[in-house]
């Protein structure tokens, strides 16, 4: 992931996460990109060539795989704590992996980032999670559609 970011770093884009699941004869990679500008299908392109020329330097993928480059989309997960910075006022939908104030799902506004913690506020309440304990967090964005 650092070696495309440093490569892709550039022009704004940078990969959020990359998935590798290995399956009995293909693996699947899929690699997740953002830039704030927004994703075009050019920029997927671009993205999948220098991906596949940094997986030909990687002797483990010697075998048949298929490359799947994406935006996160709409309600996009959250990965790293820039994600949450450049997110805050935004509505998220946070599973924890342990319980924390008798819940382990939490659903409000990200209002800070400090340190190792995201602050959400989420019905009057204030809850300051420690990004170790995420297990899974995406934007919770509501599309209005007008008749």
Sequence with gaps: MDALNDILGVDGTRVLNVNINKFSRNTKIQVIIDNKNGITVDECAKVSRITEDVIKLDDEFKNEYTLEVTSPGINRPLFLENDYKDNIGSKVKVSLKKLQDKTKNISGIIMEV??????????NKSYKIEFENIKKANLDIEIEIKK
């Design 114 to 123: 400090v340190d190792k913690f995201v602050v959400i506020k989420a019905r």
